[in-house]
């Protein structure tokens, strides 16, 4: 699955994308009809540590989960992020797998 990773207000280096999207295939596991995978990554003008925000977007059949993380690093922020996606997607598996 294509993972596209946007960077808003800088420019992304390859090991962020490289680490991006490792991160986010491994979410497959958990459900496998993930349609489509977007990452924002933001950089916010503040004097607060914090000033990276993650937001990713992952479309599935009838669905679509958006999560949204400010951290000190976009690695952490992705880490977050990406837990929090597994945590729907497994939530989403079961309910359907419960309908059946």
Same mark, same amino acid.
């Given at each position: 699955?294509?993972?596209?990773?946007?960077?808003?207000?800088?420019?992304?280096?390859?090991?962020? *994308?490289?680490?991006?999207?490792?991160?986010?295939?491994?979410?497959?596991?958990?459900?496998?009809?993930?349609?489509?995978?977007?990452?924002?990554?933001?950089?916010?003008?503040?004097?607060?540590?914090?000033?990276?925000? *993650?937001?990713?977007?992952?479309?599935?059949?009838?669905?679509?989960?958006?999560?949204?993380?400010?951290?000190?690093?976009?690695?952490?922020? *992705?880490?977050?992020?990406?837990?929090?996606?597994?945590?729907?997607?497994?939530?989403?598996?079961?309910?359907?797998?419960?309908?059946?």
């Amino acid at each position: 699955m294509k993972v596209n990773v946007h960077a808003v207000n800088f420019n992304v280096d390859k090991k962020l *994308v490289d680490f991006v999207e490792e991160r986010m295939s491994k979410l497959e596991k958990f459900y496998d009809k993930v349609v489509s995978y977007d990452v924002f990554l933001k950089v916010e003008k503040t004097s607060d540590k914090e000033n990276k925000i *993650v937001e990713a977007k992952i479309i599935v059949p009838g669905d679509e989960f958006i999560v949204k993380k400010q951290c000190k690093t976009f690695e952490e922020g *992705v880490e977050l992020a990406s837990e929090s996606l597994e945590r729907l997607l497994v939530k989403r598996k079961e309910k359907i797998r419960a309908h059946i």
